[in-house]
């Protein structure tokens, strides 16, 4: 309610006294500038309505907005490096057991690790010529060290490529690379290549 509209004129010439207004009230001077505090003349309402104090609701919407983006942002991050850690372990533990089978002359497991699409380059007969060859040293892998990824997209599929050293139980060590593509949350092989142990 707007107490300052159809406010009849005052007989100023007999201000009266008025207690002290309430908590975040204060006496409208600003009508009559020479009446003292808490004067008030018949018929005019003594207080000025209190203000509102803090900030205007719209800053308080503009603010929750930009907090909002942020915790959604943070989220987001969060949540992606979450993501890229579990596909990079993932990925690291195929190429062990890809290794693990190597070490077993195990070329049926080797097989089985491959991407099927990749199957028509990446044979068993070839897993096991390699089983065969280097038997001397595959038989002594150990573990997977040093290892460093590199996420990437191929005709909408993400791949992994992952690169660090095989270390084998006679101290020596060598290369290893391999390319892994996600197919139905799992991941399998596409390409690798284990170099000559040192």
């Known amino acids: ?3 300052l509209q159809n406010i009849p004129t005052p007989d100023i010439s007999t201000p009266q006294m008025y207690p002290p ?6 006496p409208i001077t600003r009508l009559y500038p020479s009446a003292q505090a808490y004067q008030y003349y018949p018929g005019v309402y003594p207080y000025a309505q209190p203000r509102k104090s803090g900030l ?5 919407l503009f603010l929750a907005g930009w907090i909002g983006i942020i915790i959604l942002g943070i989220i987001v991050v969060v949540f992606s490096l979450a993501t890229v850690s579990t ?3 993932d990925a690291l533990n195929v190429s062990d057991q890809f290794l693990k089978a190597a070490r077993a002359g195990n070329a049926d497991k080797m097989y089985e ?9 990446l044979t068993r007969a070839s897993f096991q010529t390699l089983v065969n060859q280097r038997r001397s040293y595959l038989s002594r892998y150990s573990n997977l060290t040093n290892i460093t990824s590199k996420i990437s997209t191929n005709n909408g599929n993400t791949v992994i490529n992952l690169s660090g050293k095989i270390n084998y139980s006679d101290g020596r060590t060598g290369s290893f690379t391999a390319a ?3 197919l139905n949350d799992s991941w399998y092989i596409t390409d690798y ?4 142990p040192q």
């Open 1 to 3: 309610m707007n107490y």
């Open 21 to 26: 207004p309430p908590p975040g009230y204060a």
């Open 56 to 60: 205007p609701g719209w800053v308080w």
């Open 87 to 89: 596909w990079r372990q």
């Open 113 to 121: 690790l491959v991407l099927p699409s990749a199957k028509t380059r």
């Open 180 to 182: 892994l593509q996600q």
């Open 193 to 196: 290549s284990v170099g000559t």
